[in-house]
């Protein structure tokens, strides 16, 4: 029993602590600078599903005026294996402009994607995208992490995949709660990425004229900018 309790605290700890800061979807999220999306594999170098339904939802966002840049944050770790830019290029096709997309190179897990968002990208207050059994980690995390946020939960049925994701937040949240005690330094740290502020001060100058949401052309990262 008492094995069972130690157990529990961890996942207990981390609903106590983003207890107010889900929220039931697009409409209901507040308005933040910046909305983080969390990588969730590719498939055959396209998003996989569940990783292309956060990125529709963040569509959904910048579209409805929610936030004005979207930070993918995703694993580069191999030449062969470029998850940021899958979904910059998956939210490019679906007309948010490329301006408005930052991509973090070196989002291997939750809390290196919260810690960097902070300490590489500036971001402070944002809304997280992830699907619903993930955020309350995702949340416990950038609140350690020093970001400000809200999750916006991506809906999916209750199937086989939606059952192992819950339970794998079990282990999850213990690591969490580690994360969150300690604030180790990511995986990779890096200098400071001035892409946010920059995309930010793009957004804030053209917020008045026509057409701002979806006249920009995408255009690729350089090659130096995509490995961490």
Known sequence: MLACVLALLPATWMRLSTDGRIREGVADAPSAPVALVFGAGLWD???SPYLA?????AARLYRAGKVRVLLVSGDNSRRDYDEPGAMRDYLTDRGVPSSRIVADYAGFDTWDSCARAARVFGVHRALLVSQDYHLRRAAALCRAAGVDS???PVREPRDATWYAGGLRELPGAVKAAYDAALTPDPHFLGPREPGVRRALAESAQHSGSEGDHGSHHSKKPRESDRQP
């Open 150 to 152: 809200y999750g916006v």
């Open 45 to 47: 170098g396209e998003p």
């Open 53 to 57: 339904h956060r990125l529709d939802t």
